[in-house]
C-alpha cells in the first residue's frame, strides 16, 4: 500500500510538472519472482522510478522499455524468463527461476480514468475493491487492453465500453463470485485467450493504538514508515499530542467509554492496548469485543490479559479469545520499545495476510 501512496504523489507531482509517465505492473509470475502480480514502478520521461518491479534487477531494462511506451504512446507486454541458469544472457542477472509478465502503460493526464486515477479512487476510502487489468499472452506483441476498470461498492469506475462486450459480461459474471479478498488471474479460452488479472485492492492497516506512552512512539514511526494509518487514543493531554505524534492520523483523548464512540473499524483495523493502566484497558477491551477485528494486542505479560479477560467475565461478558493476543508479537527475542513494536507489527502483518510464521528458508515454493 505504501507503493501506491508514494506512485499516486509521484505520479501528481510529474503531472504539475508537464512530465509524461509511464506505469509498469507485473501482471502475472510463473515460478520464483522477488514480487508478485500487483508490483508497481511510476517511470516519468526523464527516466524517474517510483516503485518496484522486482529486487533492482529488472528496473532498468523496464525503464528503457518505459520510456518507448510513452514515446510510442501504446502500452506493450514485457515477458523475462529467468528459468534459463544462464540469466546473465538477458543483461539483468535475476537471480531468480520464473517467468514474470510486465504490462507497461502510457498514462494519459488528461484521461481522468487512467490507470493512476483509478489507484486514487481505489485508496480514497476504506472500501474493498478490485482493479481490472486485461493482457494477451497469446498476443504478447500487439497493443494491450490494460487496466480499464475499478469494481468498487458494486460500481465500475473506468472504460469498460473500450474492450470487448464478450469480455465484460465474462467479467461482470467473475466479479458477482469475486470475495475480494485475494487477487487472482483468469485465462478465457472462448475469447482467443484474452487474461484479466483481478486485482483486489484493501483498505490500508489501520493501528487504533490505546497508549500515548514513550514506548508507544516506535510503533507510531515504524507504522508510518510501513504505509499504515495510526489512530492515537490516551486520556493525557500532555502525551497524547502532535509533537509527540506527528505521523499519527488522528489522535483522540478521552476517556475509554469516549474514545470508543468515536472509532470505526472495519477488517483491517487493529487494536493495540499499550496504556499500562489496567482500569483504562479493561474499559476499552469491553468496547473492542463487539468490533470482532481480527487483531487486538495486549502489552504486558499472560498474566495481565488472563485478568483483563477475568473482569470481563465476572461482569458476564462472553470473550472469545480468537483474536486476542497476549502477550502480543512475535517470539523474536525482542527488547527494549523499538524491538517490542518490530516484533507486534511483524505479528499484525502476520495475522492479517493469515500466515504462519516461519523462517523462509524453511518454506517450499514461492516465498510471497
Same mark, same amino acid.
Given at each position: 500500500m505504501k507503493e501506491l501512496q508514494s506512485i499516486i504523489l509521484a505520479y501528481e507531482n510529474s503531472k504539475s510538472l508537464n512530465q509524461k509517465t509511464a506505469l509498469a505492473t507485473v501482471v502475472k509470475v510463473d515460478g520464483s519472482a522477488y514480487r508478485r502480480p500487483g508490483a508497481r514502478m511510476l517511470v516519468t520521461e526523464d527516466g524517474q522510478l517510483t516503485g518496484a518491479i522486482s529486487g533492482g534487477c529488472l528496473e532498468g531494462d523496464a525503464l528503457r522499455k518505459a520510456q518507448a511506451v510513452i514515446f510510442q504512446q501504446k502500452s506493450m507486454l514485457v515477458t523475462y524468463d529467468t528459468t534459463d541458469e544462464d540469466d546473465q544472457k538477458f543483461g539483468i542477472g535475476l537471480g531468480c527461476n520464473g517467468i514474470i509478465q510486465v504490462l507497461i502503460e502510457p498514462i494519459d493526464p488528461d484521461n481522468k480514468l487512467n490507470p493512476v486515477e483509478l489507484l486514487k479512487i481505489a485508496l480514497e476510502n476504506r472500501i474493498p475493491c478490485v482493479l481490472i487489468t486485461i493482457f494477451s499472452l497469446k498476443h504478447s506483441r500487439a497493443e494491450q487492453v490494460g487496466t480499464k476498470v475499478l469494481w468498487k461498492e458494486k460500481q465500475a469506475f473506468g472504460q469498460p465500453e473500450s474492450f470487448d462486450s464478450k469480455l465484460w459480461k465474462s467479467i461482470q459474471v467473475e466479479l458477482a463470485d469475486l470475495d475480494f479478498t485475494n487477487s487472482t488471474i483468469k485465462s478465457y479460452?472462448?475469447?482467443? &485467450?484474452?487474461?484479466?488479472?483481478?486485482?483486489?485492492?484493501?483498505?490500508?492497516?489501520?493501528?487504533?493504538?490505546? !497508549?500515548? !506512552?514513550?514506548? +508507544?512512539?516506535?510503533?507510531?514511526?515504524?507504522?508510518?514508515?510501513?504505509?499504515? &494509518?495510526?489512530?492515537?487514543?490516551? !486520556?493525557?493531554? +500532555?502525551?497524547a499530542t502532535e509533537k509527540r505524534f506527528p505521523t499519527a492520523r488522528e489522535i483522540v483523548i478521552s476517556s475509554g467509554d469516549g474514545a470508543m464512540a468515536q472509532l470505526g473499524s472495519d477488517s483491517n483495523t487493529v487494536a493495540l492496548l499499550m496504556t499500562h493502566n489496567f482500569e483504562y484497558e479493561v474499559v476499552v477491551l469491553e468496547h473492542l469485543l463487539p468490533l470482532q477485528l481480527p487483531y487486538i494486542g495486549i502489552l504486558g505479560p499472560k498474566k495481565k490479559g488472563l485478568k483483563l479477560i477475568e473482569r470481563l467475565e465476572m461482569k458476564g461478558i462472553q470473550v472469545l479469545t480468537s483474536n486476542i493476543y497476549s502477550p502480543m508479537g512475535l517470539d523474536n527475542g525482542a527488547e527494549g520499545s523499538e524491538e517490542i513494536a518490530l516484533s507486534a507489527l511483524a505479528e499484525i502483518k502476520a495475522v492479517l495476510s493469515k500466515k504462519q510464521p516461519i523462517f523462509l528458508r524453511e518454506k517450499d515454493g514461492p516465498i510471497h
Open positions: 479460452s472462448e475469447l482467443d &485467450e484474452i487474461s484479466v488479472f483481478y486485482e483486489s485492492i484493501k483498505p490500508v492497516i489501520r493501528i487504533l493504538l490505546f !497508549g500515548a !506512552g514513550n514506548d +508507544t512512539i516506535p510503533v507510531a514511526k515504524m507504522a508510518d514508515l510501513l504505509g499504515w &494509518e495510526l489512530v492515537l487514543i490516551d !486520556g493525557r493531554k +500532555t502525551h
